[in-house]
């Protein structure tokens, strides 16, 4: 359990290869070829794949969602996408050939924060959808914090009311860009947006529970921004500013999604930005930079799960070396009650508060 559990770390973690791993192994003088790595990587996915889907119900039930995507390579997706554009273009019909990798978190009103990792052709949106699937109902509006690309709001077969947050980190980035030829300019609007940052470090500091945190914007944060908010409407009023210059578009970015960017102002526990998804995001990134492409779409899967569990180990301050190995060795019980072998509660479930016994091993219901 536990050379297994080090091999998806270092597989789904951290990126390498399993030409690469296979180096490593021998290195150590314990021979382990690509093939048989894959093999016994792929069995334990199998092992612990109900504790992934009741990762992904729990998720469901958060309070707010994170979601954005970045491209990846399905080898055998990639091959065959050539001929099938081919194909659809002689019908007259269009379909899509880019490949992704959706980042979700989830933060609950428990105070876990849930990291899904989905791989495939759909949009971060559409996975997004799928997560809601599993949404209980009844539950209050969730809040989705994302940039404003359309393809990350989920299409719903029922509709569910969702209180869209746009990024204000995305918003920021575009006067970043355009600081050298607006010096001037840009300092107010990042002086204004470190100001609101500021007051938000200070209530996660403070550690202030969301409707006192969203008290502190509203007095200190909510005059910050209606200032910057008058003042990029005078920038086109009074003409000081083109608006087909880079100054010019990042105002027009903001006037157009400014309820959005200011969520945070009426909403009790709405994010700033998108940030929390965005690092999440850069694991995948790490292992395109690695390993290139997964081989097949099974491949894909395995790896999304493991990402899954790893990132929301890490997110809850869980060893995710420790729990791999733990889900291994009971694999009977978790697939009784995934529940009780989550990242922030297996610790609990192998030795219950006053019992001074081995761990439980077969004596969940």
């Known amino acids: 359990a536990a050379a297994s559990g080090r091999l998806a770390l270092r597989k789904e973690c951290r990126g390498w290869p399993w030409v690469r791993l296979a180096r490593v192994e021998a290195s150590l003088g314990l021979p382990l070829p690509a093939s048989t790595q894959w093999e016994v990587v792929e069995a334990i996915a199998a092992v612990i794949r109900p504790v992934f889907e009741e990762l992904i119900r729990q998720a469901a039930q958060g309070e707010v969602f994170y979601n954005d995507d970045t491209s990846m390579k399905i080898l055998a997706l990639a091959r065959a996408s050539p001929q099938r554009a081919e194909e659809k273009e002689s019908s007259g019909s269009k379909e899509r050939t880019g490949l992704f990798t959706s980042g979700i978190v989830s933060r609950?009103?428990?105070?876990?924060?849930?990291?899904?990792?989905?791989?495939?052709?759909?949009?971060?949106?559409?996975?997004?959808?799928?997560?809601?699937?599993?949404?209980?109902?009844?539950?209050?509006?969730?809040?989705?914090?994302?940039?404003?690309?359309?393809?990350?709001?989920?299409?719903?077969?029922?509709?569910?009311?969702?209180?869209?947050?746009?990024?204000?980190?995305?918003?920021?980035?575009?006067?970043?860009?355009?600081?050298?030829?607006?010096?001037?300019?840009?300092?107010?609007?990042?002086?204004?947006?470190?100001?609101?940052?500021?007051?938000?470090?200070?209530?996660?500091?403070?550690?202030?529970?969301?409707?006192?945190?969203?008290?502190?914007?509203?007095?200190?944060?909510?005059?910050?921004?209606?200032?910057?908010?008058?003042w990029f409407k005078a920038q086109f009023a009074e003409k000081k500013v083109e608006p087909n210059s880079g100054l010019g578009e990042a105002i027009t970015y903001c006037l157009k999604r400014w309820d959005r960017l200011t969520l945070f102002l009426r909403e009790p526990g709405a994010p700033l930005d998108s940030n929390l998804v965005e690092r999440a995001l850069k694991k995948c990134i790490l292992h395109r930079k690695n390993s290139l492409f997964y081989k097949t779409t099974n491949g894909a899967e395995v790896g999304d799960l493991f990402m899954s569990l790893i990132h929301t180990c890490e997110l809850n301050g869980t060893h995710p070396f420790d729990y791999l190995t733990e889900l291994q060795k009971h694999a009977t019980d978790l697939a009784k009650n995934p529940a009780a072998w989550m990242p922030w509660n297996y610790r609990e479930t192998l030795q219950p508060p006053g019992n001074e016994g081995p761990p439980l091993q077969s004596s969940l219901k």
């Open 108 to 230: 609950t009103r428990h105070g876990q924060r849930i990291a899904l990792f989905f791989t495939g052709r759909n949009h971060a949106g559409e996975n997004l959808a799928r997560v809601f699937v599993e949404r209980a109902k009844g539950l209050p509006p969730p809040i989705q914090m994302s940039d404003a690309l359309s393809r990350n709001v989920p299409k719903l077969p029922e509709k569910l009311d969702i209180l869209w947050g746009n990024c204000n980190a995305h918003a920021r980035r575009r006067f970043v860009e355009v600081t050298p030829n607006f010096p001037h300019e840009c300092r107010f609007v990042l002086e204004s947006f470190g100001e609101v940052y500021g007051y938000d470090a200070e209530a996660e500091k403070r550690g202030l529970p969301p409707g006192e945190r969203l008290r502190l914007h509203q007095e200190r944060s909510q005059p910050v921004m209606d200032a910057l908010h008058a």
